[in-house]
């Protein structure tokens, strides 16, 4: 369609001046018409002018200004990048809308720009990106390096490569760190503008591997051609060297193993039959080299005669390219022309990727040329077999074991009495007697578990007499390895045997009584022994009797005898003493070849012998008679202490028991004393230091009853390292500021069974009792842990009185490096109150004594002069693991309300407990030995809910009354007290519902807990 006409920006102009002037024009007109006067002429004058001015003002802003206006605002934007939006001027058809068209196509024209900006910078963030994801990520080190060889940037592999982190190549220059001309060769082509290369070796810059690498150098050029720097690849080839290296080791050892074995390897084409492929063997065996092989048609290779020629190879390979392999023999044929047998294996494989025909060759000469004259020995052995004089016969075995005969020569067909036809195949004990077929039986069973030949004498007889055979018998082995015959030969020597027999009686009568006897023989003639028995080798320790014939006595003697006389001048006179009396006894030192003494008794007789005198010598070992003199006085001493110390032990714990008795009625009244007592009363500070002396007293009972192995144990597993461990600190304060304490704990000991206190007070008398041998001028203290298993001998011998039974012992040894003890001292050691100090320190050792008693425990000391002590402690491992550690929970209150049967035989005990008991809420029965608690219990069993019982007492003792009462009344509490530990006291009552212990002497407190405790089950 035709567009409307439209106004010009010219048009709005000139209407704008019009509407401007014209009004003026008019005004003028008007003013010089002649009917108005100057001043009406210059008011519509004015008037006109500003309506001009009006009309053209509204005109003009709305034609003018005002889309000018729009057209600034929206440059504005533009110029702000906000590009797209329109200027709403685009359709005036002045030239206010031409200017308005084209801004908006000059913004649509940036705005394709700007997003053609955008785009590209997109894609490059994305390129570098992918640049930055490739360079970092990939396999091969890559760097960037300026002019000056300077590394501008590296990847993580490059960094790996050279074992530096970021840091370590910052400002990194190649020309002043690298040393390797091949690398820096390359870094100098890249910066000439060349590519470069270099391969080796190299050590990394930390020097702390060394890697095989390749390095590729590529200058970086601007675009006027200038190198800005360059850009470096390195790879490392380490793996790939060594896969490369590995490979060609194997190719190399798959040659070497194909050129080394005896057989010819050839490899044929399919096709045409053609040789490829050969090994050393191959052309040794056909006389030529590899390369003449390979050239050979394989019809040079046979004989050439049918049926070893041409055509026959072929169709073997016809047959083998078919997939069946094909094993025969043929004749083949050397380069000189010899024709030899082969044995050919021949068989379709992948070679290289191909179908071949492999052929193994094996020269097979020999063996034709031994079966030839294995065939011809056949024929000598036939004869041999038929016409040898000693008996020879086969014996199969069969699978199950059984023995048949197969054959037998006719030598043993003569002893037998029958032919080999009649009996081949049958079991011996078909033609033979039973006794006779069982003797023969199992000596060839013998031969078969021997698994090798026997030979032996037997005595048989096969039907011609009894006859002596001397009897060679040789198992064979069939293909599969079993033994499947035995081959016999045996030897009439019935003759022989007689005559031997004969010569060794007669031999027997004269060395019988020189061999058999268990002291060593001798005989001297000439003054030095010329014969001697086995006796004397294995007394002297001598190789054999070569080494003692022909030697003179003080050869085999020391220099001096304990007289102090010369050995040869001493034996020189004894001999002639007993050449002249006809008879001489006296000791002697003889010296074994290994420099060892040996005290003997020496009993020299005259023999007449050929005209002239021998004497015969006699020696008997003293050795052991001396050790034994030596042990028994050992064992006496031993024994003598044990005793003593048992003594000590009964003693102390008899003393112990009935102070402890005593000690509780004390005790049992001060508590009572200070329960009725008001607490602000001035008596009740000495009430408390006389129960504190008591318990001290108590303190020392207890030493006591531990010396006689009666003390009280709370028995738990332990770990012997830790108890040791969580000791340290304490034992460093304890010894001396002189000594050094080390500690040597062996890992993974089992447990023991001990008490914890106990255990403490062993390791603490000892390290104490070290430091002090240290005195003064200090030294070193080593606690040494480990496992040991003792045996009955060795109990029996290093721990003679101690009660230890065979099995694992955990080691616990404190060593000092004092002065050591004397052996007077380490007799009295474990003596009550004994010391080498000034002032004692109680019953010190023996006290630990009798915990280690108490605890099954050995007990072994070292000690020399100058060398310092060691103490070694034995305790029995115990079985199972530690157990976990667990938190005791509160025990819940139980009111102390029943009857309570109170037995003892103290009277003291009976009036301070009963208050006791009844100060607690408890109604009490007194009995004053068991029988009386058994009548008191028998008349009204269910009264009593509670027995509080002592052990020892007159009449019936605690254990008795205990039994009596449970088989009245089984459900029965009964708590036991005694002055002897729990484990002593208790030990027959365990799995018999006992209610608990109390140890005397013990508080009304401890007293309340065991009440609560029983009365609460």
Same mark, same amino acid.
């Given at each position: 369609m035709p567009r409307p006409p439209s106004w010009s920006l010219r048009s709005h102009l000139l209407l704008l001046v019009g509407l401007v002037v014209l009004p003026s024009l008019v005004a003028l007109f008007l003013a010089g018409s002649g009917r108005f006067d100057l001043a009406q002429r210059l008011l519509s004058l004015v008037l006109a002018a500003t309506l001009s001015l009006a009309l053209g003002w509204s005109f003009g802003h709305r034609v003018l200004v005002g889309p000018i206006r729009a057209l600034a605002d929206h440059l504005a934007r533009v110029e702000r990048g906000e590009l797209g939006r329109p200027t709403g001027l685009a359709e005036d058809p002045t030239e206010i809308g031409r200017l308005a068209r084209a801004f908006e196509a000059m913004e649509a024209a940036l705005l394709v720009r700007e997003r053609e900006r955008q785009a590209a910078e997109d894609a490059l963030r994305a390129s570098e990106e992918h640049y930055r994801i490739i360079f970092d990520a990939a396999p091969i080190g890559i760097f960037f390096f300026?002019?000056?060889?300077?590394?501008?940037?590296?990847?993580?592999?490059?960094?790996?490569?050279?074992?530096?982190?970021?840091?370590?190549?910052?400002?990194?220059?190649?020309?002043?760190?690298?040393?390797?001309?091949?690398?820096?060769?390359?870094?100098?082509?890249?910066?000439?503008?060349?590519?470069?290369?270099?391969? /080796?070796?190299?050590?990394?810059?930390?020097?702390?591997?060394?890697?095989?690498?390749?390095?590729?150098?590529?200058?970086?050029?601007?675009?006027? /051609?200038?190198?800005?720097?360059?850009? /470096?690849?390195?790879?490392?080839?380490?793996?790939?060297?060594?896969?490369?290296?590995?490979?060609?080791?194997?190719?190399?050892?798959?040659?070497s193993i194909l050129d080394s074995v005896n057989d010819a390897?050839?490899?044929?084409?399919?096709?045409?039959?053609?040789?490829?492929?050969?090994?050393?063997?191959?052309?040794?065996?056909? /006389?030529?080299?590899?390369?003449?092989?390979?050239?050979?048609?394989?019809?040079?290779?046979s004989e050439g005669l049918p049926p070893h020629g041409q055509a026959e190879a072929l169709a073997w390979m016809q047959k083998a390219a078919a997939g069946t392999p094909q094993v025969f023999e043929w004749r083949a044929r050397h380069s000189s022309g010899r024709c030899f047998w082969v044995e050919v294996n021949m068989r379709r494989a992948q070679i290289g990727g191909a179908d071949r025909i492999l052929v193994a060759v094996r020269d097979i000469e020999a063996r034709k040329a031994a079966s030839a004259a294995l065939r011809d020995a056949e024929a000598r052995y036939q004869e041999l077999f038929e016409n040898l004089p000693d008996s020879i016969f086969w014996i199969g075995v069969r699978e199950d074991g059984a023995l048949l005969l197969e054959s037998m020569n006719p030598a043993q067909e003569a002893v037998v009495g029958r032919a080999s036809r009649e009996v081949a195949g049958l079991p011996l004990g078909a033609w033979l007697p039973p006794e006779l077929a069982a003797q023969l039986e199992a000596n060839y069973r013998r031969c078969l578990e021997a698994g090798r030949p026997i030979s032996y004498e037997e005595g048989a007889d096969l039907g011609s007499g009894p006859r002596h055979l001397q009897t060679l018998l040789v198992p064979i082995r069939n293909a599969e390895g079993r033994f499947h015959r035995i081959v016999g030969i045996s030897t009439d020597i019935t003759?022989?045997?007689?005559?031997?027999?004969?010569?060794?009686?007669?031999?027997?009568?004269?060395?019988?009584?020189?061999e058999r006897s268990g002291d060593a023989n001798l005989l001297i003639d000439d003054n030095r022994f010329v014969d001697c028995n086995q006796?004397?080798?294995?007394?002297?320790?001598?190789?054999?009797?070569?080494?003692?014939?022909?030697?003179?006595?003080?050869e085999l003697s020391p220099p001096f005898q304990p007289d102090g006389r010369s050995s040869r001048e001493k034996a020189d006179e004894m001999i002639a003493t007993a050449h002249a009396r006809g008879s001489h006894h006296f000791e002697w030192m003889h010296r074994k070849l290994d420099g060892t003494d040996l005290p003997v008794e020496v009993l020299l007789t005259a023999i007449p012998w050929k005209g002239k005198q021998l004497l015969h010598t006699t020696w008997r070992d003293r050795t052991e008679a001396r050790r034994a003199e030596e042990e028994r006085r050992r064992m006496e001493g031993q024994l003598q202490q044990a005793q003593k110390l048992e003594s000590l032990g009964v003693l102390a714990g008899g003393i112990a028991h009935d102070f402890n008795n005593l000690l509780t009625a004390v005790l049992g009244n001060l508590n009572l004393a200070q329960f009725n007592l008001n607490p602000e009363s001035p008596a009740a500070p000495f009430l408390e230091n006389a129960e504190r002396t008591v318990l001290r007293a108590s303190d020392l009972t207890k030493q006591m009853l531990a010396y006689a192995g009666k003390g009280r144990f709370v028995v738990a597993l332990h770990d012997l390292n830790a108890v040791v461990s969580e000791m340290t600190h304490l034992l460093r304060v304890s010894v001396s500021k002189q000594a050094f304490l080390r500690l040597d704990l062996a890992e993974g000991l089992p447990p023991l069974e001990a008490d914890g206190a106990q255990l403490q007070q062993v390791v603490m008398n000892l390290v104490t009792n070290a430091s002090d041998a240290l005195g003064e001028s200090g030294g070193t203290i080593t606690l040494t842990t480990g496992m040991a298993t003792l045996d009955a001998a060795t109990l029996a011998s290093a721990f003679p009185g101690q009660p230890l039974s065979p099995g694992p012992y955990l080691t616990l040894e404190v060593s000092d490096t004092g002065q050591g003890m004397t052996p007077e001292v380490m007799a009295r050691i474990f003596d009550p109150f004994f010391t080498t100090k000034a002032t004692g320190r109680g019953l010190g050792l023996s006290a630990m004594l009798g915990i280690l008693r108490g605890h099954k425990a050995g007990l072994k000391v070292y000690s020399e002069v100058g060398r310092g002590s060691s103490f070694r402690v034995f305790f029995p491992a115990a079985p199972g693991d530690l157990p976990a550690r667990q938190e005791a929970g509160a025990d819940p209150e139980v009111p102390l309300t029943g009857t309570v049967l109170l037995v003892d035989d103290e009277p003291s005990l009976l009036a301070t407990l009963a208050p006791a008991l009844e100060a607690v809420g408890l109604r009490v029965i007194t009995a004053q030995d068991g029988r009386d608690a058994l009548e008191r219990f028998q008349a009204d069993p269910d009264a009593v809910d509670l027995v509080l019982m002592d052990l020892t007492m007159p009449r019936m003792d605690g254990k008795d009354a205990f039994l009596a009462m449970r088989r009245i009344r089984p459900d029965l509490r009964v708590i036991l007290s005694s002055g002897y530990n729990e484990q002593e006291s208790v030990q027959a009552f365990l799995g018999r519902g006992l209610a608990g212990f109390l140890q005397k002497p013990y508080t009304l407190d401890a007293l309340r807990a065991a009440l609560k405790q029983a009365l609460a089950r």
């Open positions: 300026d002019t000056r060889s300077v590394i501008l940037e590296a990847n993580q592999a490059f960094r790996d490569l050279l074992g530096a982190g970021p840091e370590a190549l910052r400002d990194f220059c190649m020309f002043e760190r690298l040393h390797q001309p091949e690398v820096l060769r390359a870094v100098r082509e890249a910066l000439q503008g060349r590519p470069g290369e270099a391969e /080796g070796e190299y050590v990394s810059i930390t020097a702390r591997h060394r890697t095989l690498a390749r390095l590729l150098t590529y200058p970086i050029r601007s675009g006027d /051609g200038r190198v800005l720097g360059g850009i /470096g690849l390195a790879e490392d080839i380490t793996e790939r060297a060594r896969t490369q290296a590995a490979l060609r080791e194997a190719e190399q050892t798959t040659r390897i050839i490899v044929h084409d399919m096709a045409t039959g053609a040789i490829l492929e050969a090994n050393m063997r191959a052309a040794e065996m056909f /006389g030529c080299s590899r390369l003449d092989l390979l050239r050979r048609p394989v019809g040079d290779l003759e022989r045997r007689r005559i031997e027999e004969e010569s060794r009686e007669r031999e027997r009568l004269f060395r019988l009584l020189f006796a004397t080798v294995d007394i002297l320790g001598a190789p054999d009797r070569a080494r003692v014939l022909g030697t003179h006595p003080s």
